[in-house]
């Protein structure tokens, strides 16, 4: 027989192959989990695979520290990097080139047809500056609430990605389509005056401007949106984060933000993390229970038997004892004490008839 699974709240098992944790092992001890007071680095890394293993319910505080933390350094070494802009347009250049010649270079006629309607760019503006942080944030707090048991493999996936993303910026840095010489884009931001993005007007001064490969919007999107088609109850929410990285891609290319093959970039960032988060947790995130898993508890030593002290004489005499008379014999009153549940036998049935599994 295989090993036994528990299943979730929503259909998804909790362990396949593992031993549940807090199972004892037939020496006493707990599976996975060293002894009480172990102090051993061997100790020290299981209890550390059992914290990535099997992780609790995270902390708030914690939460909201490290994800400040994160993207403040993120921003650091993504504006830290060097803007090599001889190499950016080269390369803008080169990502163009191939692009048109499979036919496939749609940018400048998004870019064109978008703009020519003043509140669809406008609006475009605004979502290209604002919902990348506002709707990642609001999956990561429902995640937290909702499937506190999933979110920290989930959040693991989204940091591995945008980790991966800063060698892109480093190792080939890449300008925008809107920063093309002669490329014939319009830079929305700067033409109908809107605000927010951090490559374009007074913000420019403060950001990396070539930092198009791989495209984070994209790879943030789509993180979302398969944490929600994946998680979510409803069907609507889960129709929302299917359209989600699809309405993204149409708004970073039409604003000339990016070309389409910086979306295949951030795609490819997010399977790498995705990759490492499967790694470090030893499952996808959505096969987590929905609730935390109990920590394992510290192993405790079986209780020694009970020695029998014996005479100094020697062992005890196996002389029978003498009964009362009229007294039941010693088995018969065991045999009634073992079976109270079921009625007593008669005299017949005590005749050995064979032995029965």
Known sequence: MGAPTADTDDGHEACSSERPVGSVHSDGGTAGTPAAGDRTPRAALVGLRNGLR????????FEVLLIGVAYWVYSLVRNAVPEQKASAMHHADQIWDLERSMGLGLEHWANHVVDSAAWLIVGMNYYYATLHFIVTIGVLVWLFRSHPGRYSPARTVLFATTGIALLGYYLYPLAPPRLMN?????????????????????????????AAMPSMHIGWS????????????????????ALYPVATLVVIVATANHFWMDAIGGLICL????????????????????????????????????VREEPA?????????????????????????????RSAPDADELQPSGVQL
């Open 182 to 210: 002669g490329g014939g884009f319009i830079d929305t931001v700067v033409v109908h005056h809107t605000w927010g993005s951090m490559a374009s007007g007074d913000l420019a001064n403060v950001s990396n401007q070539f």
């Open 222 to 241: 789509t993180w979302c949106g398969i944490t929600l088609v994946v998680l979510a109850g409803r069907r609507w929410v889960k129709v929302l984060g």
């Open 313 to 341: 004489g020697g062992p005890a005499s196996e002389e029978p004892v003498e009964e009362p008379v009229g007294a039941e014999p010693a088995a018969r009153r065991t045999s009634l004490g073992a079976g109270a549940a």
């Open 271 to 306: 399977a790498a993390g995705s990759g490492i988060a499967y790694a470090v947790h030893g499952r996808w995130p959505h096969r987590f229970p929905r609730m935390p898993l109990a920590r394992p508890a510290a192993a405790v030593p079986p209780a020694p038997d009970p």
């Open 54 to 61: 099997f992780p609790g319910r995270p902390k708030l505080w």
